[in-house]
Structures are given as structure tokens and as C-alpha cells.
């Protein structure tokens, strides 16, 4: 059975923190995806990346960053933590076609 | 500039009736076209996809119809459940760039 884990589901944060949010896939998928959902929005892309050591910014990248040093495992990374980040957070892996997401982390920055 | 129009914004169907969730995308480089299905405290989940040399695709109640000329993919649910009451995602992607998602339908199914 695929599996991505992101590691948590609720986290609490105060503004300015450097907040790390882990998600590993078990499916040795090459694509990983991070996206953001927020309602009435939908899920929209922060970063991927298609190998180790590549990250391509998608389309709210803008206050994250990413790291990809193995395969299964890709890290967003909030470099200093606004309230404006207050959102769900999903992961994703892919082989090109069907994408296989986490069940989320739901950030709350105080 | 989004990519993908998604409507309606929310949906109530009586138990046993259709629902039918709508999508338009601009880009004509688009070759995949999936609809995922997410649960409260889950993440999303394929439900049903399409490629644009159909014009339909059909999995049990959930049936893809697709019409490219006009750009437009729509998810319909025959015999809807109060089960399927969810948040429905269209999305599409051309060649091995990522998804682009709608903004999501909220599905309510009452008895």
C-alpha cells in the first residue's frame, strides 16, 4: 500500500519561527510535491522537485524554502513564520501520473 | 491567472440524485485531466482521470465527460450517497509538469 507520512498533523508555531515540515514516501517516487490549501482557494503549489538536489519553485513560493537530500524524503521549510502562513500543508509524490498525497499538517502560526 | 475554473463552489444533492461538478482550463498543452476526491482530515485522493482522446470515462457511479473543443471536463456522480458527500478537485496537467488544481466543490448529499 503507497504511503506518503508527513510527520505532523497539527502544529503550533509563534511568528519568526523556523518552522520544518517532513514528508516521506515509501513508493521510490521520483516527484515531490508541496502544496497549500486554504479554503476557497485550493491547492496551490509552493515547490517540487523531480530529483535529489533539484527543487523547482511553483507558484507561492514566496517566505519557503525546500530540501531534497534523499529520495524519499522532502522538507518545506518556513524560513521565518508569519501568520499569513497559518494554512494545511500537503505533500505529494508522484511517478508522473497518478499523485499520492499526505494527510496534511495543519500549521497554525500564532 | 488560474489555470483551471472550477464551479460550483458548493453543492447539495438529495440522496439518489446526480451531482455534477464542472471544470474549464485554458492551456491546450493540458493531456491529463483527474479529479480527486478529499475526506475531512485526509488528504486528496484519485478518484477518476482522463486523457483527451476520449470524450468519457466511466468507474462505477463516477463518470468523466470531456469536451475539448470547448476546453471543459466534468465529474458526474449517478446514484449520489451520502458517503460521497466530500471535496472534489479538478486538476490537469500537460506532459510531467505538476498539477493544476480548482479550487474544489464541496459535495453535500442529504438523505
Known amino acids: 500500500d503507497v504511503k506518503v507520512t508527513q510527520s505532523s498533523r497539527y502544529l503550533v508555531k509563534r511568528t519568526g519561527e523556523k518552522v520544518f515540515l517532513e514528508c516521506v514516501q515509501d513508493?521510490?517516487?521520483?516527484?515531490m510535491f508541496w502544496y497549500r490549501q486554504d479554503p476557497g482557494l485550493g491547492l496551490r503549489l509552493i515547490y517540487f522537485?523531480?530529483?535529489?538536489?533539484?527543487?523547482e519553485k511553483g507558484d507561492i513560493p514566496e517566505g519557503y524554502s525546500v530540501s531534497r537530500e534523499k529520495k524519499e524524503r522532502f522538507s518545506l521549510i518556513l524560513e521565518s513564520a508569519s501568520t499569513n502562513q497559518t494554512s494545511m500543508y500537503l505533500c505529494?509524490?508522484?511517478?508522473?501520473?497518478?499523485?499520492?498525497f499526505g494527510q496534511g499538517t495543519r500549521l497554525t502560526v500564532v | 491567472q488560474q489555470q483551471v475554473k472550477q464551479s460550483p463552489q458548493s453543492l447539495i444533492v438529495q440522496k439518489g440524485g446526480i451531482s455534477i461538478i464542472n471544470c474549464a482550463y485554458e492551456?491546450?498543452?493540458?493531456?491529463?485531466f483527474p479529479w480527486y476526491q478529499q475526506f475531512p482530515g485526509k488528504g486528496p485522493a484519485l478518484l477518476i482521470a482522463i486523457r483527451p482522446d476520449v470524450s468519457e470515462k466511466k468507474e462505477g457511479r463516477f463518470t468523466i465527460s470531456f469536451n475539448k473543443s470547448a476546453k471543459q471536463f466534468s465529474l458526474h456522480i449517478m446514484d449520489s450517497q451520502p458517503g460521497d458527500s466530500a471535496t472534489y478537485f479538478c486538476?490537469?496537467?500537460?506532459?510531467?509538469?505538476?498539477?493544476?488544481f480548482g479550487k474544489g466543490t464541496r459535495l453535500s448529499v442529504i438523505a
Open positions: 505529494a509524490s508522484s511517478t508522473g501520473t497518478e499523485a499520492f
Open positions: 513508493m521510490d517516487h521520483e516527484n
Open positions: 486538476a490537469a496537467r500537460g506532459g510531467n509538469t505538476p498539477l493544476v
Open positions: 492551456n491546450t498543452a493540458f493531456d491529463y
Open positions: 522537485s523531480y530529483d535529489v538536489k533539484m527543487k
